[in-house]
């Protein structure tokens, strides 16, 4: 897990254990979780509508993320993938309004909700970086290939704009991992530069799937992992 989501799980967790239990934490996680959730979910159904999606659609789309089973088992997990999937659709439905809707003009406040929910997708997840890559790129093409002058300066300032947060999942890694401690065992500063290093430190992998084969017992596969 990327270390945000290991940041945002243990503080929870040391909340909870200050208010007694690692369980009220827990739900205090979840609970911010799914309001999270819960608020970008309604506000990309209301871009819709207000990009002049039909009333009726527009229900349909709202119903749909408050019945179906996937969102709502997203919100009361403790995976990354949750905040993660969060911030993809908010920041795509910034920055598609910022491209295709002519009253939807950019403002400091938006280009910042652009920025922070692009670095949220990079900080939650460790091949979010990918994202950014292929949205730059494929904004590139659009930049390209529009004969719009309109369209293609919204297209270049998007373009810009979008690259802040991957500079700033840049600086964040660069300045901040050091300090939080994240590369120090017992106190002392630790160099990891492959798999053996981290063995000999006594550092193990929790795979997300125990059995990596079918027909072995969890302790099997463990020692399997190893060898």
């Not at 002058?149 to 300045?175: C, E, G, M, Q, R």
């Not at 901040?176 to 193990?204: S, Y």
Request: contains cysteine.
């Amino acid at each position: 897990h990327p270390l945000t989501h290991t940041l945002f799980v243990g503080g929870f967790l040391k909340l909870g254990n200050l208010l007694g239990s690692y369980n009220r934490g827990l739900y205090l996680q979840i609970l911010t979780q799914s309001l999270i959730m819960a608020v970008v979910m309604a506000y990309s159904v209301n871009r819709l509508y207000k990009k002049g999606a039909n009333k009726v659609w527009s229900l349909i789309v709202l119903s749909l993320f408050c019945i179906t089973p996937l969102y709502s088992n997203f919100a009361t997990m403790t995976v990354k993938d949750s905040l993660f999937n969060t911030f993809i659709l908010l920041f795509f439905t910034l920055l598609t309004g910022f491209v295709y809707e002519d009253k939807y003009k950019m403002t400091i406040k938006s280009g910042i909700a652009l920025v922070l929910s692009g670095l949220g997708v990079m900080l939650f997840r460790n091949n979010g970086p990918i994202v950014f890559v292929c949205t730059v790129l494929g904004l590139t093409v659009c930049i390209f290939l529009q004969k719009e002058t309109k369209i293609k300066d919204k297209l270049i300032n998007t373009a810009v704009l979008a690259i802040l947060p991957f500079v700033l999942f840049v600086l964040i890694n660069a300045l901040f991992v050091n300090a939080l401690g994240a590369k120090k065992i017992d106190g002392k500063e630790v160099k990891i530069n492959n798999p053996n290093d981290a063995t000999a430190l006594g550092i193990g992998m929790v795979h997300q799937h125990f059995k990596l084969v079918e027909c072995f017992s969890v302790l099997d596969n463990i020692i399997l992992g190893v060898e």
